[in-house]
T-cell receptor, first 113, second 109 residues
Framework: ETGVTQSPTHLIKTRGQQVTLRCSSQSGHNTVSWYQQALGQGPQFIFQYYREEENGRGNFPPRFSGLQFPNYSSELNVNALELDDSALYLC????????????FGPGTRLTVT | GQQVMQIPQYQHVQEGEDFTTYCNSSTTLSNIQWYKQRPGGHPVFLIQLVKSGEVKKQKRLTFQFGEAKKNSSLHITATQTTDVGTYFCAGPTGYALNFGKGTSLLVTP
């Protein structure tokens, strides 16, 4: 059984740029959620995708957007990067949609300078 | 909106001592989940509690869901250095999981 994978591991971007982060869900899982984790904080829910549709969204502006593909993999896009976007971005997959057990990937560490 | 609060923020114990972290929600929860994140790692799902007053055990870890389904606790008996990490509780709100800020456990040998 393959776990959740994410790429890249680390990324450094400049304020105002755009970034795309990628995630492959665990085999057998059809739901993907994205979280932002600032240093010393718990993960904050960005959004969830199920059947290629956004299921639910946390308190994040529209410049955070996503996609889910037919193979259940997913992308997180962030436009017009701000310094406060520096964080660990975690992808989590689940065998069912909704707020159920999350299986997290290793994350992408984004630094915005 | 719903808030999930955890106490304490930090706990430093000697190996062999017990440890407890508490989680409180501002609203009634349909379930409560617990995760562990090792330093430099990612959160790992530990358990989900659903029923009022539910108690579940995983080896030295005991998880409890309050009768009112607004609070939960995680108790570790006889801590080991492998227990080091941050323990998060998380409660659902709509499709989202709302995580607490976590309790960081440090275990000294």
């Amino acid at each position: 059984e393959t776990g959740v994978t994410q790429s890249p591991t680390h990324l450094i971007k400049t304020r105002g740029q755009q970034v795309t982060l990628r995630c492959s869900s665990q085999s057998g899982h059809n739901t993907v959620s994205w979280y932002q984790q600032a240093l010393g904080q718990g993960p904050q829910f960005i959004f969830q995708y199920y059947r290629e549709e956004e299921n639910g969204r946390g308190n994040f502006p529209p410049r955070f957007s996503g996609l889910q593909f037919p193979n259940y993999s997913s992308e997180l896009n962030v436009n017009a990067l701000e310094l406060d976007d520096s964080a660990l971005y975690l992808c989590a997959s689940s065998p069912r949609d909704g707020p159920y057990e999350q299986y997290f990937g290793p994350g992408t560490r984004l630094t915005v300078t | 909106g719903q808030q999930v609060m955890q106490i304490p923020q930090y706990q430093h114990v000697q190996e062999g001592e017990d440890f407890t972290t508490y989680c409180n929600s501002s609203t009634t929860l349909s379930n409560i989940q617990w995760y562990k994140q090792r330093p430099g790692g990612h959160p790992v799902f530990l358990i989900q509690l659903v029923k009022s007053g539910e108690v579940k055990k995983q080896k030295r870890l005991t998880f409890q869901f309050g009768e009112a389904k607004k609070n939960s606790s995680l108790h570790i008996t006889a801590t080991q250095t492998t227990d080091v990490g941050t323990y998060f509780c998380a409660g659902p709100t709509g499709y989202a999981l709302n995580f607490g800020k976590g309790t960081s456990l440090l275990v000294t040998p």
